[in-house]
């Protein structure tokens, strides 16, 4: 028997105060596969990935995290949740340290002190995004690349099997991106699952095992990355072809090359 | 000045107000409701009187109203699609209005609540004390101790839910300590002035440190010399202990902000020499 999928999204169809926004959805993450969700501004990705991740209720269908319904879920150690537009500073100055040692809270028992075991993880966490020798600074004086970097870390500390990131790459300099790529292979080499939502994969591209494509809610596409690009689906990707133009605007100030 | 009992329980009661304000405080500020104290403070003004009308200690019945308008901003803000800004200012109002009427049909008027608007702390009872011993003890306890988790919430509360975190719970257990908070500071500077002890010893604190923890320690240290050495000057200055605490705490501030603006422009120069930051825009 194998195991069963990290995220099983079975015709789900969510809707948002009264209105529709994803509309009977499918979508696999298999053990050690590299997902990607892709879509414009709108098409209900983030409401997909925050419904799987139990963070909003949906209305039909059903979602599956390693086997359990989402809202039976309790293994939340096995998830590593990266939020959208996550950002490292609150109101008050924490070290990079602090905010990914709150990545082992599903680890730690209801009270007591950090465990040798849980600054180790921290410290490989931190290593792993290659920020260890910024470990005890302010993650507020990170750029907007490295505080996702750190987002991502705080994700892993918890050991997870399941990396579940909506846009980490938003705002992310070049160099972080190739940071990211080195790390997001050894994950998948040691056997972890990514789900990632991205409006470029960029330097990442090369390691997507599988592309979800949604548009108006529904998915439109699933398979290879590069399969999207080639074949007559091209005119969905919203970074490719040209802009569909809704009725009722006109060309003026619009680029046309 | 240490021989009067009046002076020894102001003193004491000054200690756990310095303590227990800074410490709730930090997480208020992390989770940008710096207010919120202030808010609590004008629903305490309710509680008050209640205990006046029914002869009961008023920090019991300040204590309990309170608590239920903490629980109450937390439920709007979660549940009634209002805004936070616009709970507080519902419970602001409401707070105040409903102090003064119930003074009113005590048979007061609302000039007895000025010694629980701006603190009467030579005038502090044993019971009163002891109270406030209990309560700050119970405060420090649950802050500290449930530290992970609260800094969790008040960091990310996405994050914190979904690695099961029962984010609504602790929201709501942050506001009712903010209660507690207000109630045990009641007495020392007042319903009007404690949230300036929850926030501007934070405030100053976070100038200097880096790290959550030492904020939190930092800020602790900070209301517990501005409340002591308020109360001692308040004594010698013969002024009015809240106010004269307030005073000195934004004293601090503004004698720390020049050498925390010198610290921070110091780390952003050894922050840019790394490498790698240089790459990013």
């Known amino acids: 028997m194998t195991a069963p999928d990290p995220v099983a999204i079975r015709d789900v169809s969510i809707a948002l105060a009264g209105r529709p926004v994803v509309r009977r959805a499918d979508l696999t993450v298999g053990t050690g596969a590299f997902v990607a969700l892709l879509g414009s501004n709108g098409s209900g990705k983030s409401t997909l990935m925050r419904a799987a991740v139990g963070l909003i209720p949906y209305q039909s269908g059903s979602i599956e995290l390693f086997g359990t319904p989402v809202a039976d879920f309790t293994e939340r150690q096995r998830i590593g949740y990266v939020p959208q537009k996550s950002s490292a500073v609150a109101g008050v100055p924490s070290t990079i340290r602090e905010v990914v040692m709150s990545g082992r809270l599903a680890r730690r028992p209801f009270i007591g002190l950090a465990t040798r075991a849980d600054r180790k993880a921290v410290d490989d966490a931190i290593e792993l995004v290659g920020l260890a020798d910024r470990a005890r600074d302010s993650a507020a004086l990170l750029s907007g690349g490295q505080q996702q970097r750190v987002m991502i870390a705080r994700g892993l500390a918890g050991g997870c099997d399941l990396l579940v990131m909506d846009e980490p790459l938003a705002g992310v300099d070049q160099h972080s991106q190739e940071v990211l790529a080195v790390l997001f292979q050894k994950l998948l080499d040691s056997g972890t699952s990514i789900w990632m939502i991205a409006h470029e994969l960029g330097t990442l591209r090369h390691l997507i095992d599988q592309a979800v494509v949604l548009q108006d809610g529904q998915v439109v596409y699933t398979g290879s990355e590069a399969g999207y690009v080639d074949d007559h689906h091209a005119d969905h990707h919203p970074h490719l072809g040209s802009p569909t133009r809704q009725p009722g605007v006109t060309t003026e100030g619009v680029w046309n090359p | ?281």
């Open chain 2, 1 to 281: 000045m240490l021989s009067f009992q009046f002076m020894q329980y102001a003193l004491l009661a000054a200690l756990m107000t310095g303590m227990t304000t800074p410490a709730i405080g930090t997480y208020l500020v992390q989770r940008r409701l710096a207010l919120l104290g202030d808010g609590i403070g004008h629903i305490a003004l309710t509680g008050v009187a209640l205990g006046v009308l029914t002869h009961t200690t008023p920090i019991i019945t300040a204590v309990i109203v309170s608590s239920i308008g903490a629980i109450a901003i937390e439920l709007l803000r979660a549940y009634g699609h209002t805004s936070g800004d616009v709970a507080l200012a519902l419970l602001f109002y409401g707070g105040i209005a409903g102090g003064v009427l119930l003074i009113n049909l005590a048979g007061g008027t609302a000039a007895q609540l000025n010694g629980y608007l701006f603190g009467a702390i030579t005038t502090i009872s044993s019971t009163d004390l002891l109270l406030v011993l209990v309560l700050a003890v119970v405060i420090l306890v649950v802050a500290l101790g449930l530290a992970p988790q609260l800094f969790a919430v008040c960091q990310d509360e996405e994050h914190a839910r979904v690695s099961g975190v029962p984010v609504r719970l602790y929201s709501i257990l942050i506001a009712v300590l903010a209660a507690v908070t207000v109630t045990v500071a009641m007495r020392t500077v007042g319903l009007l002035l404690v949230s300036a002890l929850m926030v501007v010893p934070v405030a100053t604190a976070q100038q200097l440190t880096r790290s959550f923890k030492t904020t939190v320690a930092l800020a602790m240290a900070i209301g517990t010399v501005a409340a002591v050495a308020g109360v001692t000057t308040s004594y010698f200055a013969n002024t009015q202990p809240g106010p004269t605490i307030v005073v000195l705490a934004l004293g601090v501030f503004v004698l720390v902000t020049p050498i925390g603006t010198m610290l921070r422009s110091r780390r952003n120069r050894r922050a840019a020499a790394y490498p790698e930051s240089r790459l990013d825009v």
